[in-house]
């Protein structure tokens, strides 16, 4: 009886073992589970080890368990969360599975405010891949392969630049600023003013030749005849405007007092009043003499007053003295007489 127990109780431990075995929570001997070391970096003088040469010195790669082994602990740097894989209390290395870490991708513009007609880059940074790039509307803004944008039509639009399972994007604003005048002429001294449109930031105003036109603010000052253009700039792109001064029209030419009777061999001086003063800078100014053997008459200028120097000859008569410039003109009549001839009323009236 006792021998039949033994029998049962051997064939019951054989059958255990055997579905033990089949399940594999038993192995016979040992089974080690082994999984590649992490090749770490070290100096052979320093405390640490690194994921790479961190620093200066002469590194040499290393196991990490070897490291480990001698002591070393890893760097804060290179592990700023400390090592998991590591084990500082067995003082053996554990297994570690290699992760790899990925930069974050970088985009050099968030927003960008272009012109029509104008170009950009955008510039990507720490891509895992090949980049691509695309635009929400590329009738307003077209972009290359190589992140190129050309501004098409006024507009908002976003730019999309992805890499791997990275994505950034870029808002874009085109303006189209217009000005109201591309051409325009003004008379010398004359104000003028220049607006640009469709734009809300400042604008930069110069002239071509400020002694022409002066600007300031879109506000055009007639300084000289002459032509410039004017400029404005914004975004980087110029609009322009060509503009012409021309010469003031003479509105009169007035005479000042004179003697309308002169003798024989007499002088006298005229003065000639133009009207507006600085017209005369642009004009040739004619005096003639209807009988310069009775009366001769000639331009002088004193600074900015003009005058007609008379001078009689030895000849009594009568003379008509004109002056005319830009077709004006005006005229008085002088009369010569002998030392002895008398000035009869209607003499003195033709004056």
Known sequence: MRSMKHSIRKKIMLLTMVVMMLT???TTGY?????ADTTVYVTRTGSKY?????????YYAASRSSAIARGLTPCKKCFPNGDSGSSSSSGSSSSKSTQTTVKKMKLNKSSLEMVKGQTASLKVSDASGSVKWSSADSSIVAVSSNGKLSAKAKGKVIITVTSGSQKMQCKVTVEEPKL??????MNLKEVAYLKLSGCKHSVKWYSDDSDVVKVSNGKLTAKDVGKTVIRAKVHGKTYSCKVTVEKPD??????????AVMECMDWQEVD????PSYAADYYDVFVTS???????AELSEDWDELYVELDSENTS????ITISADGKSTSFTVNVIGDEEEIDEEVMEAG
């Open 31 to 35: 089974v080690e589970i082994v999984q």
């Open 24 to 26: 594999g929570t038993v």
């Open 290 to 296: 209807s009988d310069p053997s009775i009366v001769s």
């Open 50 to 58: 690194h994921t790479h040469k961190c620093g200066n010195g002469t």
């Open 272 to 275: 000639i009043e133009i009207n």
């Open 250 to 259: 003479i509105k009169s030419i007035t005479v000042g007092e004179y003697n």
């Open 317 to 320: 008569g009568q003379a008509v």
């Open 180 to 185: 109201n005048e591309t051409t325009l002429t």
